[in-house]
């Protein structure tokens, strides 16, 4: 088995904040995987690339460059540096989300992406977030959680996070655009969001951030 800590669930349970805050307590690197895809989503934007078209997404996925540098604090989000340009800001909105998902079923960006965080769990000690990392990345990883949550609790949830940042909120357009994701991503023909067979499945609407984590930490140390 991989040192490897698999996150996987739809979005807004809260696996950014509780994957880095595991990854503090074990001393493992975070790989926001969300945030790759966000990032990929927000060049073939850009460049206004047709999804459709398989060979403009191939050349515009050979000139990309992504890296991940760690957080400030536990609390914050990683830095997202996509062809040398902080996009970290930029891709954390709902509609970057929804990009996202969309071009997480593209064939070429999913093997590319999956190709780059192979790579980077090789090194081992890391912790994986994002909706297949049990499944697909790193089925072989030696833990693995799913983290779920109520789409209205959710959506509560983010639309706290964007007002914090200053930012406007319909909150019915907000829970709608995660309903619709959650479908999206449950559907889609390759790698879709589901849980992994031996995944520990935790309601995080339930039970709070810090109790998430500890259990979590838990699970880990005494399966070890």
Same mark, same amino acid.
């Given at each position: 088995?991989?040192? !490897? ?84 800001? *930029? ?28 790579? !980077? ?18 089925? *072989? ?10 789409? *209205? ?14 930012? *406007? ?56």
């Amino acid at each position: 088995m991989q040192e !490897i800590v698999t996150i996987d669930g739809p979005s807004g349970v809260g696996k950014s904040t509780i994957s880095r805050r595991v990854a503090a307590m074990l001393s493992f690197t975070y790989l926001d995987t969300g945030a790759m895809y966000r990032a990929v989503g927000l060049k073939l934007q850009n460049a206004d690339v047709d999804l459709s078209n398989d060979n403009d997404v191939k050349t515009c996925l050979q000139q990309i460059s992504i890296s991940l540098q760690p957080a400030a604090t536990e609390d914050d989000e990683v830095t997202v540096i996509l062809d040398g340009q902080d996009v970290s800001q *930029e891709i954390r909105s709902p509609e970057m989300s929804m990009v996202a998902s969309k071009v997480s079923a593209h064939p070429a960006v999913r093997e590319k992406l999956t190709r780059m965080q192979q790579e !980077i769990g090789c090194r081992g000690s890391i912790v994986a977030e994002g909706r297949d990392t049990g499944t697909v990345v790193f089925p *072989e990883a030696a833990w693995k959680f799913y983290l779920d949550a109520d789409p *209205e609790e959710r959506m509560h949830r983010r639309a706290k996070q964007l007002r914090l940042q200053g930012k *406007e909120v319909d909150e019915e357009e907000l829970l709608q655009m995660i309903i619709q994701r959650d479908h999206d991503d449950q559907t889609r023909t390759i790698a879709p969001l589901s849980k992994a067979v031996d995944a520990v499945t935790i309601d995080t609407g339930v039970l709070g951030i810090d109790d998430v984590v500890a259990k979590m930490v838990d699970v880990i140390k005494n399966k070890q």
